[in-house]
C-alpha cells in the first residue's frame, strides 16, 4: 500500500510515521526559563546526529494552545539544555513529567525527581538518570507552521561510573543501561536484547565468495 501524504487525513502522516520509525529513543530534556524555573519534558523526535562535533537534535510541536511548549522557550532564551536518557525504572516518572503543567509548576518536582547540578551549563540534570548530555543551542529550523528542530551541540556526557566499562577507550555497559524507547501511543520498548553483526569488508566478502 502507497500513502501520498498530499492526498492522506490530517493526523495520518504522524500515525503512520510514530507507528514505524521506531524505537525511538527518549530525550528527558531538563531547561531553565528566565525566572529560573526548572522545567522537564520527554521528547521521541530526537536522536544523535553526529560525533564531530557531537550533535543531537530534538523534534518540537507546537503546544496545545499555539504558543511554543516551555521547552522550547526556554532553550530559545537560554540557548542551553540537558538531554537526560530513560531507564526501565523511570518510566512511569518520565511519563508523568509530560504533563501539561501549567507556567511555574516544576515537572521534576512533581515527579519526585532530584536534580544535580551540571558542569558546563545552567539546566541541571536529573540525578536519577545514568546519561546525561549538556547541550548548546547549535540551530533552530522551522520545519512547519507548527514544528520545528532544536538542534544542539553535546558539551559533556554524564553517565554513572556503575555503567563504564574503560573508561580510556570509551566503553558502556550498554545493556545494563535498561533505556526505553518510545514505540506508538502508549507502546514503549526495553532495549535488553541485543544481537551481533560484524561489519562487512568488501575484502573479505569478495575473498569469502572465491573460497
Ligand atoms: C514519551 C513521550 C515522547 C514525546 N515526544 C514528543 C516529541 O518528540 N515532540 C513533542 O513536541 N512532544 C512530545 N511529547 C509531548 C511533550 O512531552 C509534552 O507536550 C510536554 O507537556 C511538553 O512540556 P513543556 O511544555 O514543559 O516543554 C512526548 C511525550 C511523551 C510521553
New binding site residues.
Given amino acids: 500500500m502507497h500513502f501520498d501524504f498530499a492526498q492522506t487525513a490530517d493526523g495520518i502522516a504522524y500515525k503512520l510515521l510514530v507507528a514505524t520509525v521506531m524505537p525511538?529513543p527518549?530525550?528527558w530534556?531538563v531547561?531553565k526559563s528566565v525566572t529560573g524555573l526548572v522545567?522537564?519534558?520527554?521528547?521521541?523526535?530526537?536522536n544523535v546526529m553526529g560525533d564531530a562535533p557531537p550533535t543531537v537534535a530534538?523534534?518540537?510541536?507546537?503546544?496545545r494552545h499555539g504558543g511554543l511548549?516551555?521547552?522550547?522557550?526556554?532553550i530559545r532564551d537560554s540557548g542551553e539544555f540537558v538531554v537526560n536518557l530513560v531507564p526501565f525504572a523511570l518510566a512511569d516518572a518520565?511519563?508523568l513529567?509530560?504533563?501539561?503543567?501549567p507556567e511555574g509548576v516544576s515537572?521534576a518536582d512533581l515527579a519526585g525527581l532530584a536534580l544535580s547540578p551540571s558542569v558546563k551549563i545552567a539546566p541541571p540534570r536529573l540525578s536519577a538518570s545514568p546519561v546525561a548530555l549538556e547541550c548548546r543551542l547549535q540551530q533552530e529550523v522551522q520545519t512547519g507552521p507548527a514544528?520545528h528542530q532544536i538542534i544542539g551541540e553535546v558539551l559533556a556526557l554524564h553517565i554513572d561510573a556503575r555503567f563504564v566499562l574503560d573508561a580510556g577507550r570509551g566503553h558502556v555497559d550498554t545493556p545494563g543501561l535498561d533505556l526505553i524507547g518510545?514505540s506508538y501511543g502508549a507502546d514503549?520498548v526495553r532495549t535488553r536484547e541485543v544481537f551481533r553483526l560484524d561489519r562487512p569488508s568488501w575484502r573479505d566478502y569478495t575473498s569469502k565468495k572465491q573460497d
Fill in positions: 525511538r527518549i530525550a530534556v531547561t522545567n522537564t519534558a520527554p521528547f521521541s523526535f530526537f530534538l523534534g518540537v510541536s507546537r503546544a511548549k516551555h521547552t522550547a522557550q526556554n518520565m511519563n513529567t509530560a504533563i501539561d503543567a515537572e514544528q518510545r514503549y
